[in-house]
């Protein structure tokens, strides 16, 4: 009985001290009370292979109905013609698409780690599963911004069975309009990991890549997009035999039961996000752009200073000059401030372990209701720790203890009473 209670004082004890940091985790964020409240159920016991409708287990006629309910809303969020939920992450997704659309030994264009790149998308990861003819795009002098003349002449000449777009620091759009034409001459299918972007995407506020004519698009539900943690595969559903291909990969590709006890907080984060993610994603890019500027204001590097530092939830920071992004993110973390280490654009990936960056977050910070002004104090105190001017902690905790409620969110009032089969 002492090993349990020790779990659960230790559990209390993450929970106590997370809030009350900044946290500044770019893939990382918070669910509402509403979406909390569905978690908790039967769910938790049950398996439901396969499509509604057409599954290898009986009793599954509930979630059948869940299931369902939740595709049509993420269809409509993302103007997508065919969608699948049923994958339990982004990288998950990202391996069912590989698995399906890159044959083995294939041509593939992908970002490198050093340019923002996922890791899913390196020869160390998913993509290394099928190819290692992966060719980096190409960039621009800033080594972040793709060199779009550059890109389509390597399309033109490689003729990849598939191109990678979207990063794990991913501070701007894609050229996904600029590169369409020459993928659709050369065979070649455009792939948009929207991971980090994806609830700026379904709020309207960052690019819409189904839209200007990427074929297949995945992401994260539980980073901009403010769900739990599971994935998303979405295209066009202009091409039955992709879809087709894509929802073999899903399954048996890469997944059979889908961790059925978190789809409907998916659903109630979806809906959430067609309520109120045109106001969120727009604050969380308001709030990027300010806490970049009063970085900047305060004497700190933030990346791309020339394109305006971001127009997405991530700030990448120099601190170079301050011992570099691993000390300067444990130096943080003592603080009480929670964001991590990351290759800025244009550096080795050999220095992928002792980098000059951090990489900053602010969507969840966003959802607890912070603003520009609060951005502004968020960049006083990371100057003051990351210089070690003064230790900031009681100030952290003043300013997170007053942003104690999640924003932008249902509360579980209005999920409806319980029915009486469930109370």
């Keep these: 009985m002492e090993r349990l209670a020790g779990i659960r004082s230790t559990l209390d004890a993450h929970d106590r001290w997370r809030a009350s940091t900044l946290n500044l985790i ?12 569905v978690l908790d159920s039967d769910l938790l016991h049950r398996y439901a292979e396969g499509h509604p409708g057409g599954r290898y287990y009986e009793g599954t ?40 659309l890159v044959p083995h030994g294939a041509a593939v ?48 000449r490689e003729k990849p069975a598939l191109v990678v777009l ?3 620091l991913i501070l701007f759009p894609e050229p996904v309009r600029e590169l369409v034409d020459v993928c ?91 309520t109120f993610g045109s106001d ?20 700190l ?26 000390e300067v993110g444990k130096r943080l973390c003592e603080q009480d401030i929670v964001c991590n280490m990351n290759l800025l654009p244009g550096e080795p990936s050999k220095n992928a372990m002792r980098p000059r960056g951090v990489r900053l977050g602010v969507q969840e910070m966003t959802r607890f209701g912070m603003g520009p002004d609060e951005m502004d104090a968020i960049g006083d105190l990371l100057h003051a720790a990351i210089t070690k001017a003064r230790d900031v902690r009681d100030e ?10 999640v924003r932008y969110g249902f509360s579980p009032a209005d999920l409806g009473a319980p029915s009486p089969a469930s109370a």
């Design 166 to 168: 979207g990063r794990s």
């Design 61 to 100: 006629q509930f979630v059948d109905h869940i299931e369902s309910e939740t595709e049509k809303v993420v269809r409509d969020l993302f103007g997508a013609g065919w969608a699948d939920v049923r994958p339990i992450s982004g990288t998950v997704a990202n391996e069912a698409v590989f698995s399906r």
């Design 109 to 156: 264009v992908s970002h490198t780690i050093a340019a923002g790149g996922h890791i899913s998308h390196a020869r160390i990861g998913s993509l290394g599963k099928r190819t290692r003819q992966i060719h980096p795009w190409p960039t621009q002098a800033d080594g972040y911004t793709i060199d779009v003349a550059a890109a389509r002449d390597l399309i033109a």
């Design 301 to 326: 590097h933030p990346a791309l200073a020339d394109q305006g530092y971001t127009s997405s939830h991530q700030v990448a920071l120099d601190v170079g000059d301050h011992g570099g992004g691993y």
């Design 396 to 405: 952290v905790h003043a300013l997170r203890d007053r942003f104690p409620e």
């Design 280 to 299: 969120y994603a727009r604050a969380t890019i308001s709030n990027a752009r300010a806490l970049a500027e009063a970085l900047a204001r305060r004497g």
């Design 184 to 274: 659709r001459e050369n065979g070649t299918l455009m792939f948009y990991d929207g991971a980090h972007v994806l609830g700026l995407i379904a709020g309207g506020e960052f690019q819409r890549p189904l839209e200007e004519g990427a074929d297949v698009l995945c992401g994260s539900t539980h980073k901009t997009f403010f769900g739990p943690q599971r994935g998303v595969v979405l295209s066009r559903g202009v091409d039955g035999d992709l879809d087709g291909s894509l929802d073999k990969g899903v399954f048996p590709g890469s997944s059979s039961n889908h961790h059925l006890f978190s789809l409907p907080a998916l659903y109630v984060a979806a809906v959430e996000m067609q």
């Design 26 to 37: 770019a893939s990382e964020n918070v669910l509402s009370s509403a979406a909390r409240s």
